[in-house]
């Protein structure tokens, strides 16, 4: 599937039905309470308002959420993500783009508490390999796809053990986005512990960075 952005995969897996009348994302207290989030959007004024959201905000991502669950399947992720055929909906895209930034940190946080159970987080996935290189993308879905998909989305979304087939390509972009986060931040650490370093983080000079420091001190002590 093309790039989709993470709230809109994200979106897309809250807001559809994968099995008739078992509902979705938002319809389980489970689901939102893994997100981090005390209440679905309402419509109804005298509903609950989930925390981060003013009335009208929820009632636009309501009123999203119900307009998604009934586009076709096929061109529901255009649907959220941005389908120009319909520019009244595009209030609705920015108050969930809005609330997904509030949101982030919390669904980042579910997914790598979800990663770290299956020990799968990549940090712990190179520790369990034979050299310090960053794992494979492909070695990440293919061992945690279907068992985080499970934790996360709960049974709606998976058949058996397995994870739907309508929901797996929102679910791989997810992944795959949480593994760049994750790899740039273990750049981000050889970068600070060794200078610049090349895509496979191998060190382009000696000698810079904050470790031959650390070497040096500890050799005066």
């Known amino acids: 599937m093309p790039t989709k952005k993470v709230s809109t995969c994200f979106f897309f897996l809250m807001s559809s039905e994968f099995k008739a009348d078992q509902g979705n994302g938002w319809d389980a207290p489970e689901t939102l309470a893994t997100f981090g989030i005390n209440c679905a959007p309402s419509i109804n004024k005298n509903d609950p308002l989930p925390a981060g959201l003013t009335r009208e905000e929820s009632r636009r991502i309501a009123e999203f959420i119900d307009a998604a669950r009934n586009t076709d399947a096929d061109a529901r992720l255009k649907f959220i993500d941005n389908d120009d055929s319909d520019a009244s909906w595009a209030p609705h895209r920015a108050s969930w783009r809005k609330w997904y930034k509030r949101l982030s940190p919390k669904v980042n946080a579910a ?111």
């Open 111 to 221: 997914i790598d508490k979800a990663l770290e159970e299956l020990e799968t987080l990549p940090k712990a996935m190179i520790m369990q390999q034979d050299d310090d290189t960053f794992p494979e993308l492909d070695n990440l879905v293919g061992i945690a796809l279907h068992p985080i998909s499970k934790i996360l989305f709960g049974e709606y979304a998976c058949n058996g053990p397995f994870l739907k087939k309508e929901a797996s390509p929102a679910c791989r972009q997810m992944l795959a986005q949480t593994y760049a986060r994750h790899k740039r931040q273990w750049r981000q650490a050889l970068t600070f512990l060794y200078g610049k370093v090349s895509a496979e983080g191998i060190p382009l000079r000696e000698g810079v960075g904050a470790w031959p420091k650390l070497v040096n001190a500890m050799k005066g002590m």
